[in-house]
């Protein structure tokens, strides 16, 4: 069957399906019927909107939520900051944090496991473009967890979307609207301002994360694949209405906002949501289940066929952030350079490896954990050891990836590294170019002068083409 055989045992049940409209209770009769905000809700429940979009946005892409809770998500004290000195995930004109601006080809080693931070204090930012302020750009992080939240605490991100990667341990994420497990080659996104916890059941974790400040993902369009292939809308997992009832204890609850750290305390449990309706939820998907599309005659497609999920930019086919793996898949094309080619993009890419090898780097140094960032217009593609065997290897059926799950968050933006992904991270290797690139050796066969047209060998120009050559013959 097309899913990741995972270690660790599903515990929660879901509900099917990317972008619909749920309903859930956990007490039956919770929900009101028909009316959203009823004078009084059952059970003596509040009821409060949560949207994900402008009230009046287009309705295809209009996104709110409505619950229905013990107690409403402003009973709490103010906001004040919190770490101010460590915690900024924002460079530019709002901290003391600034952008690295380079055109080098950068990998990273995997990085570190740590077993002294909580999730909330995991998140380490390495590259990004933008303002969370203006609702304009995208981070990209490395988070690295060796211990649980807080049982009376939370947590949300005002800055946007969080799209989590998991590459090692499991997440338990309980988020207001219910609960979602997350596994190695599972994904996850919880929505902007969604307050939610993380414990970590099989210790300590490690992974990736993208914030998307604009916007909100969405499947991308299939054109003429059809009505369905690559991610099927029905293998997208939301949780059901679970909740938890505390009115006694004192909470701390934590906000992301402007990448800076704030908290508040309140004397109820932050995830009191008893029922719940509408289209702006968490929900995780298995890579897995990916339906990936390839050539089936000759040429290597455009990597954009492994889009999972996209955010466009305000133009069409140009986005902010997309999300694309590189699943196990059978390659068959004839007379084919096979692994991606060698690239320079208009797009910035950031790749990482949740485990096994990537085929078009094969020379070792991709490493499951560590990452690479190929910027706009930063020429790239496979290494000498990946050049050497696919220009040579017998071009017959092949199964590639098996075991492997390499992934890429791409974006329009230029995008700048962090005083800490390039130099206290400590992880970047010096060697990149050298171990990649550096080694290519020159196969090209130089034809007799009398062959060249507009050109020279060894600075003696060629005769003139021969007219019937078109369209090399130029008068």
Avoid at 41 to 58: D, I, Q, R, V, W
Avoid at 68 to 97: C, M, Q, W
Avoid at 179 to 202: A, F, K, S
């Amino acid at each position: 069957m097309p899913v990741t055989n995972f270690a660790v045992k599903e515990k929660y049940q879901y509900q099917n399906g990317f972008g619909c409209y749920h309903e859930t209770e956990a007490v039956d009769g919770a929900l009101p019927v028909a009316a959203n905000n009823p004078q009084k809700c059952p059970y003596g429940l509040y009821n409060e909107k949560l949207s994900g979009t402008a009230f009046t946005a287009p309705r295809h892409e209009n996104q709110q939520t409505w619950l229905y809770r013990i107690l409403p998500a402003s009973a709490h004290s103010p906001f004040e900051r919190r770490e101010t000195d460590t915690y900024d995930t924002n460079p530019g004109v709002h901290g003391k944090e600034r952008w690295h601006q380079i055109p080098n080809q950068l990998r990273w080693d995997p990085f570190d496991l740590d077993e002294t931070v909580d999730w909330v204090h995991s998140l380490r930012l390495v590259a990004g473009a933008g303002d969370p302020t203006m609702k304009s750009g995208l981070g990209m992080f490395i988070f690295a967890a060796g211990k649980d939240m807080d049982p009376r605490s939370a947590f949300y991100s005002a800055d946007g979307d969080l799209l989590i990667v998991l590459q090692h341990g499991a997440l338990d994420i309980q988020t207001e609207l219910g609960r979602l497990l997350v596994r190695p080659n599972e994904i996850c996104v919880i929505p902007r301002g969604i307050r939610h916890r993380v414990t970590l059941p099989e210790g300590p974790v490690r992974g990736y994360m993208l914030e998307l400040y604009q916007g909100h993902f969405e499947l991308p369009e299939l054109g003429p694949i059809g009505s369905h292939c690559l991610a099927n809308a029905r293998d997208f997992q939301a949780p059901v209405a679970d909740f938890d009832e505390d009115t006694e204890n004192e909470y701390t609850l934590l906000a992301k906002f402007s990448g800076h750290l704030f908290a508040a305390k309140q004397h109820q449990t932050p995830f009191d949501v008893v029922a719940w309706h509408g289209n702006y939820y968490p929900y995780k998907y298995d890579l897995g289940r990916f339906a990936t599309i390839g050539s089936i005659s000759y040429d290597h497609p455009d990597p954009s066929i492994f889009t999972v999920l996209t955010a466009q930019s305000d133009h069409p086919g140009t986005a902010v952030a997309d999300f694309v793996i590189f699943p196990p898949r059978w390659l068959v094309a004839e007379d084919t350079f096979r692994p991606p080619w060698y690239h320079r993009n208009t797009m910035s890419e950031f790749m990482g490896l949740i485990g096994g090898q990537y085929d078009a780097k094969t020379g070792g140094g991709f490493q499951p954990a560590g990452a690479s960032l190929h910027n706009v217009m930063s020429a790239h593609g496979p290494d000498a050891t990946s050049h050497e065997k696919a220009s040579n290897a017998e071009l017959k059926p092949a199964k590639v990836g098996e075991g492997s799950m390499a992934f890429m968050f791409e974006s329009c933006f230029m995008v700048g590294v962090t005083e800490w992904g390039l130099k206290n991270c400590a992880k970047v290797q010096s060697d990149y170019n050298a171990e990649s690139w550096e080694s290519l050796k020159p196969h090209f066969q130089r034809p007799t002068p009398k062959k060249i047209v507009n050109g020279t060998a060894d600075g003696v120009k060629g005769d003139i083409g021969d007219k019937n050559q078109v369209p090399h013959w130029t008068s």
